[in-house]
């Protein structure tokens, strides 16, 4: 009778705690989907923010419920990536880039998460142009040296970003990295399109570069440097009679006689303008003969040269110099 009523007992017990397992079990499902409905009524109400707190709790509720909530937690997670890009986007609007970048970076994370693969795209599309746009107001304010590691962030994400590179190249340029400077407009010349209008403003501001780095070697006569810089010119702009006129120059200050008399040649062929312009180019390039010792050529280049005030120089090396006549 004892052992009996022990059993009973026992009954009693388990009973109680099934009941209270089943009732604890409805109000826990009964909260998953109140933290749904609290979601749903923040989304309604335009307060995304709210919206994807209340959403990402009930995921948590729901999680703890069990299989019997995945339909509450599946929505939830079906909201939550747009919600995140929306905020990243009204953040944007009203100019906090910080927090729109990393509510986009955070879009990502959810969206991958998640498996939502047109919201991940839409955020990594749009990542880029925010790093730009963060960017290129750090530049306005002439702050090349914040602005630049974002320019490098928009094209790290982007490679093919052009007005990104641009814009990279001319924070280098204000910073005094030549180099860089350099090899970013290059990179620009490398990808995208003659036809693209940035495309042609890194190919002016190269060959202005290498343009405006000769003329200021040849003022410190570094013809070496002059040289070099004019030929590199060549890549970016039209080729011109006093480019070649200047290269020409600086080969016959360095005596190479070989590489003067090759541009030389190139100027003499393009030249334009009045005779005293072209005279001076031929008075160059008959300097070239005369250095390699070829005196043929030498005279009847200077002869070409002798006009307006090149002319006593150039009958002066013909007459005393090369004695050309004899």
Known sequence: MKEFKGRVFLLVIVMALAGLTSKSFAQTLTEAIEAFNAGAEALNAGDNAAAIEKFENCIVVCEGVGTEADEHKLKAQGLLPNLYYSVA?????????????????????????????????????????????QALESYKAKDYVNAKPKFAKAVEIDPEYINAYFYLGLSEKNLGNEDEMISTFNKIVEIGPESNSTVKKAVETLGNHY?????????SRDFKTAAESFESSLKYVEADADTYYYITMSYNSLEDWDKAIENGVKAVEIATGDEEEVA???????????????????????????VGKYAESANYQMEQVLKCGE
């Not at 998640?114 to 749009?126: F, H, I, L, P």
């Not at 343009?211 to 003022?219: G, L, M, R, S, Y």
């Not at 300097?287 to 009847?300: F, M, P, T, V």
């Open 211 to 219: 343009q405006n780095t000769a003329k200021k070697a040849i003022n």
């Open 280 to 306: 001076k180019v031929n008075y160059e390039l008959a300097k070239a003969y005369e250095g390699k010792g070829d005196k043929i050529n030498a005279c009847s280049t200077y002869s070409k040269a002798a």
């Open 89 to 133: 986007l009204d953040s944007y609007k009203a100019k906090q880039m910080d927090d729109a970048i990393k509510g986009l970076e955070k879009t990502i994370e959810v969206a991958q998460k998640y498996e939502d693969v047109s919201t991940e795209d839409k955020a990594k599309e749009n990542l880029p142009k925010f790093y730009y746009a």
